[in-house]
C-alpha cells in the first residue's frame, strides 16, 4: 500500500515507508515537500462511507471537553478543523482497517474530520510560515494496528505502553517512591492562593513604574497563614498551599521579573514567615512563577528575548495585569528560568513547583535572526527548563497536560479548558471521551477540566467530570479575577475577604480531603476502560475497581445498588 500527502495544489507526495517489530514507520522527505504552503496528509487510510461500522478518535485541544469520537453515521455534510492537539496521535477504527496514528511534533499540525458526499475522511494538516515553522525537517508518522473489537482502554494501552517502553513517561508509582513531595501530592489536595493582581485586562498596555495601576491586594501572607490554621483546625491532614500573585506587581504583574516579593502582601521578611508556618504544620508549600510571558515593565525586559513572525513583528499574545505580554522566545526562556527563579531556592519551598503556561501551549516558532526556534527545537527547550526546575524544586507542575511534556510534568492544573470558556458545539463530534486521562491516569496528576476546580461548589457534572476522571483535588482561592472578560475556573469562587468566606471555602476543602482518601490510592493504578450509557458513566482500574456517575436526572441502579443523579459509587 502507498502512502501520500498533498499540497496546495492538490500535487501528490509519497511517504517513504518501513516496517519494524510491528509498526509502520512513514517519511516525507524534506526535498519532496520543500517549496509547499501547505499539507494534507494521509486522507485515504481513514476513508469510510457514511453509514459504516466504526468511528474515528480524534485528540482533544485546550478548548474541548474531552476526545472527539466522530461515528460514520448519515447526516449533511460537516467539516471539523482545530489546531493545537494536546496529544499527537488519534485513531481509524473501521470494519477492515484499525490503527493508531502517532505524529512527531517538529511541525504545527491541525487535526481534521470531514463528511462529504457520503464519504468520511480525518487527516493531519499543516501550514508554513508566518507565525508557523518554515519547512525544515522530514515529517514523520508511525502507524500501529490496533486488535479486533478494541475498545477505548485498548487504544490508550496501546499508546501508554509504547511511551513506557521508550521510556518517554514514568509511572506515577515509580516517581512517589523515589520522590517523597510527589507521593504527598498524590495523596493531597492543591490549593492556589491568589495574593495579589492589577486589574486585568489592563487599561496600561504599554506599564513603566511611574503609570502602572496598583496592586490589589486580596489575602496577604498573613492570610495565607490564617488559611492554614484553618485547615489544620478542620483535621486536615495534608495538603499543598501554593502562592500565586506574591511576586512583584502580583499575578502576572511584571514577568518575567520575580522580585522584589510584593510589598503590599507584606514584603520577604513576611514570605518567609509564612513558608516556616506553613510547613511546621506538616503542609507543604510553593509557588507560580512564568516565563513565558513579558512585560514592558519588568527590570529584565529585552526585546531581544521576544519571539517573533516570520515578517519580523513580536508575538504580543495576552493582555494582562502587567498590560500587552509579549511571548518569550523559548530558546531565551532558557535563559530567563535561570535567571531570578533559582532565588526561590532559599525561601525553601518543598510543594511541586508551578510555572505557568509552559504545558499548556506548543512552543511559539521564532524566526527572529538572532534565536531562530522551531517548534522541535522548542519543545527541547521547554523540556530542558522544566527539567531544571524540577530538580531545582524537588517536583515540577504546570497550567496543561500536553503530551511533549509528560516526561517532566508532575501534575497539570487541568487537561484542558473544558466548558470554562463556554459549552461549545463541534461539527461531527458524536461524543467527548476522557481518553486522555484512559491513557495517562497513573503517569501524572492532573484536574480533569478548569471548571472542576473548586469542584465541591460547583453543579453536579462538574463534580461527577472530577470524580470519574480521576482528578487530584484542586482548589482556588480567588480564581476568579478578570475583569469583563471570562473566567475559565468559573464564576462562582472561594473568597478569603471575610472570616465567614474563608470558613466556608476551608469546610468544603476539609469535606473534599475526607472524601479524598478513598480515592488517592487509585492515582497509582491505571484505569483500563471508560464506559457511558443511558446516563451513566463507569470508570474502570485495572486492580477491578469501579466508579459509577449517575449523570442523569433520575436515579440508576448498578451491581443492584441505586445511585441518586449527581452522585457516585464505588465498586472495589
Same mark, same amino acid.
Not at 483 to 490: I, V
Given at each position: 500500500m502507498?502512502?501520500?500527502?498533498?499540497? @496546495?495544489n492538490?500535487?501528490?507526495?509519497?511517504?517513504?515507508s518501513?516496517?519494524?517489530?510491528g509498526?509502520?514507520?512513514?517519511t516525507?522527505?524534506?526535498?519532496?515537500?520543500?517549496?509547499?504552503?501547505k499539507?494534507?496528509?494521509?486522507?485515504?487510510?481513514?476513508?469510510?462511507t457514511a453509514?459504516?461500522?466504526?468511528?474515528y478518535?480524534?485528540?482533544?485541544?485546550?478548548?474541548?471537553?474531552?476526545?472527539?469520537r466522530?461515528?460514520?453515521?448519515?447526516?449533511?455534510?460537516?467539516?471539523?478543523?482545530?489546531?493545537?492537539? &494536546?496529544m !499527537?496521535?488519534? !485513531?481509524?477504527?473501521?470494519?477492515?482497517y484499525?490503527?493508531?496514528?502517532?505524529f512527531?511534533?517538529?511541525y504545527?499540525?491541525?487535526?481534521n474530520?470531514?463528511?462529504?458526499?457520503?464519504?468520511?475522511s480525518a487527516y493531519?494538516?499543516?501550514e508554513?510560515?508566518?507565525?508557523?515553522?518554515?519547512?525544515?525537517?522530514?515529517?514523520?508518522?508511525?502507524?500501529?494496528?490496533?486488535?479486533?473489537? !478494541?475498545?477505548?482502554?485498548?487504544?490508550?494501552r496501546?499508546?501508554?505502553?509504547?511511551?513506557?517502553?521508550?521510556?518517554?513517561?514514568?509511572?506515577?508509582?515509580?516517581?512517589c517512591?523515589? =520522590?517523597?513531595?510527589?507521593d504527598?501530592?498524590?495523596?493531597?489536595p492543591?490549593i492556589?492562593?491568589?495574593?495579589?493582581?492589577?486589574?486585568?485586562?489592563?487599561? +496600561?498596555?504599554?506599564q513603566?513604574?511611574?503609570?502602572?495601576?496598583?496592586?490589589?491586594?486580596?489575602?496577604? *501572607?498573613?492570610? +495565607?497563614?490564617?488559611?492554614?490554621?484553618?485547615?489544620?483546625? =478542620?483535621?486536615?491532614?495534608?495538603?499543598?498551599?501554593?502562592?500565586?500573585?506574591?511576586?512583584?506587581?502580583?499575578?502576572?504583574?511584571?514577568?518575567?521579573?520575580?522580585?522584589?516579593v510584593?510589598?503590599?502582601l507584606?514584603?520577604?521578611?513576611?514570605?518567609?514567615?509564612? *513558608?516556616?508556618? &506553613?510547613?511546621s504544620?506538616?503542609? =507543604?508549600?510553593?509557588?507560580?512563577?512564568?516565563l513565558?510571558?513579558?512585560?514592558?515593565?519588568?527590570?529584565?525586559f529585552?526585546?531581544?528575548?521576544?519571539?517573533?513572525d516570520?515578517?519580523?513583528?513580536?508575538?504580543?499574545?495576552?493582555?494582562?495585569?502587567?498590560?500587552?505580554?509579549?511571548?518569550?522566545c523559548?530558546?531565551?526562556?532558557?535563559y530567563?528560568?535561570?535567571?531570578t527563579?533559582?532565588?526561590?531556592?532559599?525561601y525553601?519551598?518543598?510543594?511541586?513547583?508551578?510555572n505557568?503556561?509552559?504545558?499548556i501551549?506548543e512552543?511559539?516558532?521564532?524566526?527572529?535572526?538572532?534565536?531562530?526556534?522551531t517548534t522541535?527545537?522548542?519543545?527541547?527547550y521547554?523540556n530542558?527548563?522544566?527539567?531544571?526546575?524540577?530538580?531545582?524544586?524537588?517536583?515540577?507542575?504546570?497550567?496543561?497536560?500536553?503530551?511533549?511534556?509528560?516526561?517532566?510534568?508532575?501534575?497539570?492544573?487541568?487537561?484542558?479548558?473544558?466548558?470554562?470558556?463556554?459549552?461549545? @458545539?463541534?461539527?461531527?463530534?458524536?461524543?467527548?471521551?476522557?481518553?486522555?486521562?484512559?491513557?495517562?491516569?497513573?503517569?501524572?496528576?492532573?484536574?480533569?477540566?478548569?471548571?472542576?476546580?473548586?469542584?465541591?461548589?460547583?453543579?453536579? @457534572?462538574d463534580?461527577?467530570?472530577?470524580i470519574l476522571?480521576?482528578?487530584r483535588?484542586?482548589?482556588? *482561592?480567588?480564581?476568579?479575577f478578570?475583569?469583563?472578560?471570562k473566567?475559565?475556573?468559573?464564576?462562582?469562587?472561594?473568597l478569603?475577604?471575610t472570616?465567614?468566606?474563608?470558613?466556608?471555602?476551608c469546610?468544603r476543602?476539609?469535606?473534599?480531603?475526607?472524601?479524598?482518601?478513598?480515592?488517592?490510592?487509585?492515582?497509582?493504578?491505571?484505569?483500563?476502560?471508560y464506559v457511558?450509557?443511558?446516563?451513566?458513566?463507569?470508570?474502570?482500574?485495572?486492580?477491578?475497581?469501579?466508579i459509577?456517575?449517575?449523570?442523569?436526572? @433520575?436515579?440508576?441502579?448498578?451491581?443492584?445498588?441505586?445511585?441518586a443523579?449527581?452522585?457516585y459509587?464505588?465498586?472495589?
Amino acid at each position: 500500500m502507498k502512502y501520500f500527502a498533498y499540497d @496546495e495544489n492538490n500535487r501528490k507526495i509519497e511517504f517513504l515507508s518501513e516496517e519494524k517489530d510491528g509498526i509502520l514507520k512513514l517519511t516525507l522527505p524534506l526535498a519532496e515537500f520543500k517549496g509547499a504552503k501547505k499539507l494534507r496528509l494521509l486522507p485515504e487510510i481513514s476513508e469510510a462511507t457514511a453509514g459504516d461500522e466504526g468511528f474515528y478518535l480524534l485528540p482533544r485541544n485546550i478548548s474541548m471537553r474531552g476526545e472527539i469520537r466522530v461515528d460514520f453515521k448519515e447526516r449533511e455534510d460537516a467539516l471539523l478543523t482545530y489546531s493545537k492537539p &494536546v496529544m !499527537a496521535v488519534y !485513531a481509524i477504527v473501521k470494519k477492515d482497517y484499525r490503527a493508531l496514528v502517532r505524529f512527531e511534533r517538529n511541525y504545527k499540525f491541525s487535526i481534521n474530520a470531514e463528511l462529504k458526499n457520503g464519504s468520511y475522511s480525518a487527516y493531519l494538516s499543516t501550514e508554513f510560515g508566518g507565525k508557523n515553522d518554515l519547512p525544515y525537517d522530514d515529517i514523520r508518522i508511525e502507524i500501529i494496528p490496533l486488535p479486533e473489537n !478494541a475498545n477505548l482502554g485498548d487504544i490508550a494501552r496501546v499508546e501508554r505502553e509504547l511511551r513506557l517502553e521508550r521510556g518517554e513517561i514514568i509511572p506515577l508509582a515509580d516517581k512517589c517512591r523515589e =520522590r517523597a513531595v510527589v507521593d504527598y501530592a498524590s495523596r493531597s489536595p492543591l490549593i492556589r492562593i491568589r495574593m495579589g493582581w492589577k486589574q486585568s485586562p489592563s487599561p +496600561v498596555k504599554h506599564q513603566t513604574p511611574e503609570n502602572q495601576p496598583p496592586v490589589h491586594v486580596a489575602c496577604d *501572607f498573613a492570610r +495565607v497563614r490564617d488559611i492554614a490554621d484553618a485547615l489544620h483546625e =478542620r483535621g486536615v491532614k495534608e495538603c499543598e498551599l501554593q502562592l500565586v500573585g506574591w511576586n512583584l506587581g502580583g499575578h502576572d504583574g511584571a514577568f518575567p521579573q520575580l522580585f522584589p516579593v510584593e510589598p503590599t502582601l507584606g514584603g520577604e521578611e513576611e514570605m518567609k514567615k509564612t *513558608f516556616a508556618y &506553613v510547613k511546621s504544620l506538616g503542609y =507543604r508549600i510553593s509557588t507560580h512563577t512564568n516565563l513565558i510571558d513579558a512585560y514592558e515593565l519588568a527590570d529584565c525586559f529585552s526585546w531581544d528575548d521576544i519571539a517573533m513572525d516570520e515578517s519580523g513583528e513580536y508575538l504580543q499574545i495576552g493582555d494582562y495585569s502587567g498590560g500587552y505580554a509579549y511571548h518569550v522566545c523559548p530558546e531565551r526562556q532558557m535563559y530567563t528560568s535561570l535567571g531570578t527563579v533559582p532565588e526561590l531556592v532559599k525561601y525553601g519551598e518543598n510543594g511541586l513547583h508551578f510555572n505557568d503556561v509552559i504545558s499548556i501551549v506548543e512552543p511559539d516558532t521564532c524566526h527572529s535572526p538572532k534565536h531562530p526556534c522551531t517548534t522541535a527545537d522548542g519543545i527541547k527547550y521547554v523540556n530542558t527548563i522544566m527539567n531544571t526546575q524540577l530538580g531545582m524544586f524537588g517536583g515540577f507542575s504546570s497550567e496543561g497536560c500536553f503530551d511533549f511534556a509528560l516526561g517532566n510534568l508532575d501534575y497539570g492544573l487541568y487537561v484542558s479548558f473544558g466548558d470554562g470558556f463556554g459549552r461549545k @458545539e463541534y461539527p461531527l463530534a458524536d461524543a467527548h471521551l476522557p481518553f486522555f486521562e484512559l491513557t495517562y491516569h497513573g503517569i501524572l496528576l492532573y484536574n480533569p477540566t478548569s471548571p472542576t476546580v473548586n469542584y465541591p461548589i460547583k453543579n453536579p @457534572e462538574d463534580k461527577l467530570t472530577f470524580i470519574l476522571r480521576g482528578g487530584r483535588p484542586s482548589f482556588y *482561592f480567588h480564581s476568579k479575577f478578570r475583569t469583563g472578560a471570562k473566567n475559565w475556573m468559573g464564576e462562582i469562587d472561594f473568597l478569603t475577604d471575610t472570616d465567614e468566606d474563608l470558613a466556608f471555602a476551608c469546610d468544603r476543602i476539609a469535606e473534599a480531603q475526607r472524601e479524598y482518601e478513598a480515592l488517592s490510592h487509585l492515582q497509582k493504578v491505571y484505569m483500563s476502560d471508560y464506559v457511558t450509557a443511558d446516563g451513566i458513566e463507569i470508570a474502570t482500574y485495572e486492580n477491578g475497581t469501579e466508579i459509577v456517575g449517575n449523570f442523569s436526572e @433520575e436515579a440508576k441502579t448498578y451491581h443492584g445498588t441505586d445511585i441518586a443523579p449527581g452522585e457516585y459509587k464505588i465498586f472495589e
